[in-house]
């Protein structure tokens, strides 16, 4: 009986440890900075930059499975093309349109000069044709993980 | 020495047990056999038609250093047992090319300098439910301008995107290398489509439809004159009060015009 209650005991002390060392790991620091939430180009181009890319506005771009004009954005030199839509909703269903590997949107299949990544956020598609690791880093970091692409 | 009863029973069930075995395998191949068989056909999409081999008009709207890649895929594609494809004298002035504007029934295909957009091909098809009514494929000159990409990968991407307007798919989305021009590889080094297209082909077009979407329509139909009876064709159809009543005219290919008509009493 007495062995049981120590146990019990012991078994209260871990989870207590735990559940403070999950508190303490998801947790704010104190002083950190929030990341900017990215909801158009204009926040999008504050937060690579705020990232540490160097960020350029470059030519109006047109795809013909997107009802969006684009905007190339050269972001570390590279091109990444913006598509900014009216609301939310409508970005999202042009965004379902595109497939997993980023291979066909809609009923357009396109052949990519390099490796397709798609993300999405608010009321924009970003795009980025290539593989330049700086790139992608900075791009996951403003907009999250690439929801369709290879 | 005297074999152990115990093991020799041991010896027959093991034998037995790989007897099973092999007759399951055997049996499994014979109801799943290895073939040529795939599956990349892009959803449920394919033209219309009425018969096997269905004839398939590709516009040819492409300047004279495509029209051999062109010549090449059109040529590798009519192989198919369930398609024949025919190619169509387009004009190839920038400004079609530019436009690569679709034509009910056919496939346009069109070289131009499309700008840095990220794509080296694009083709776009036009569907009414899962049937293809009209198609384009593009070559985009901005980077084939480019000494990287020699002959074999023009042609890689003619055969993918005309091979795309049949409702096919890319065979495999790792991006492995699989010698077709419809697989999602980096390199385009595949000039030509494989044994599995003709196979997802066959698949695709194995059964027959009860209209046509390739091709034009008949003479007369896009326009008929149906203002008078006499041209609503036969009558299908009479309600029981003789009310009512629907006219078909039957024009070839599927193509009809249906009349429904309640009389004046």
């Known amino acids: 009986m007495k062995n049981q209650v120590w146990i019990?005991?012991?078994?209260?002390?871990?989870?207590?440890?735990?559940?403070?060392?999950?508190?303490?790991?998801?947790?704010?620091?104190?002083?950190?900075?929030?990341?900017?939430?990215?909801?158009?180009?204009?926040?999008?181009?504050?937060?690579?930059?705020?990232s540490g890319a160097t960020v350029e506005i470059g030519e109006p771009v047109s795809q013909v499975f997107f009802s969006a004009e684009g905007t190339v954005l050269k972001v570390n030199g590279a091109d990444v093309q913006v598509f900014e839509y009216e609301s939310a909703e409508e970005m999202e269903n042009e965004a379902s349109q595109v497939s997993p590997?980023?291979?066909?949107?809609?009923?357009?299949?396109?052949?990519?000069?390099?490796?397709?990544?798609?993300?999405?956020?608010?009321?924009?598609?970003?795009?980025?044709?290539?593989?330049?690791?700086?790139?992608?880093?900075?791009?996951?970091?403003?907009?999250?993980?690439?929801?369709?692409?290879? | 020495l005297k074999a152990n009863p115990y093991e020799e029973n041991l010896v027959m069930r093991t034998q037995k047990a790989r007897f099973v075995l092999v007759l399951a395998v055997i049996i499994m191949l014979a109801a799943f056999p290895f073939s040529a068989g795939a599956d990349h056909a892009w959803g449920n999409y394919h033209w219309a038609r009425t018969s096997n081999p269905a004839t398939i008009t590709v516009i040819d709207s492409m300047t004279t250093d495509w029209d051999d890649n062109l010549d090449t895929a059109i040529s590798d594609w009519s192989k198919s047992s369930v398609l024949d494809i025919v190619e169509e004298a387009g004009a190839s002035?920038?400004?079609?090319?530019?436009?690569?504007r679709a034509v009910k029934g056919k496939v346009r295909s069109c070289n131009y300098t499309y700008g840095n957009n990220g794509w080296l091909g694009l083709a776009q098809i036009?569907?009414?439910?899962?049937?293809?009514?009209?198609?384009?494929?593009?070559m985009n000159?901005?980077?084939?301008?480019?000494?990287?990409?020699d002959e074999t990968a023009r042609q890689h991407v003619v055969c993918q995107e005309i091979g795309h307007d049949w409702g096919l798919g890319h065979q495999d989305e790792s991006g492995a290398d699989l010698n077709t021009c419809m697989d999602y590889a980096d390199a385009l080094d595949n000039p030509s489509p494989n044994a599995h297209d003709?196979?997802?082909?066959?698949?695709?077009?194995?059964?027959?439809?009860?209209?046509?979407?390739?091709g034009a329509a008949p003479a007369g139909f896009e326009n008929a004159n149906v203002h008078a009876q006499e041209n609503w064709g036969t009558k299908v159809h009479e309600a029981a009060n003789g009310r009512s009543a629907?006219?078909?005219?039957?024009?070839?290919?599927?193509f009809k015009i249906f009349t429904f008509v309640v009389w004046a009493e």
């Not at chain 1, 019990?8 to 900017?36: H, K, N, Y």
């Not at chain 2, 997802?200 to 194995?206: A, C, D, F, P, R």
Request: with cysteine; glycine share 10%; proline share 3%.
């Open chain 1, 8 to 50: 019990f005991l012991l078994l209260g002390c871990v989870l207590a440890v735990s559940g403070c060392a999950t508190d303490s790991l998801t947790a704010s620091p104190v002083g950190s900075t929030e990341p900017l939430a990215v909801e158009d180009q204009a926040t999008l181009i504050s937060a690579l930059e705020g």
């Open chain 1, 101 to 150: 590997d980023g291979g066909s949107i809609g009923t357009s299949m396109v052949t990519w000069v390099d490796v397709p990544h798609f993300y999405k956020t608010n009321r924009i598609i970003v795009l980025y044709v290539g593989n330049d690791a700086s790139v992608l880093d900075v791009l996951e970091s403003a907009l999250g993980p690439q929801f369709a692409g290879r």
């Open chain 2, 93 to 100: 002035d920038a400004n079609t090319r530019s436009r690569c």
């Open chain 2, 126 to 138: 036009w569907v009414r439910g899962s049937h293809i009514t009209q198609g384009t494929a593009k």
């Open chain 2, 141 to 149: 000159d901005t980077y084939f301008s480019s000494p990287a990409y």
């Open chain 2, 198 to 214: 003709y196979a997802q082909l066959e698949t695709i077009y194995s059964h027959l439809d009860n209209s046509t979407t390739i």
């Open chain 2, 246 to 254: 629907i006219f078909e005219r039957d024009f070839g290919n599927g």
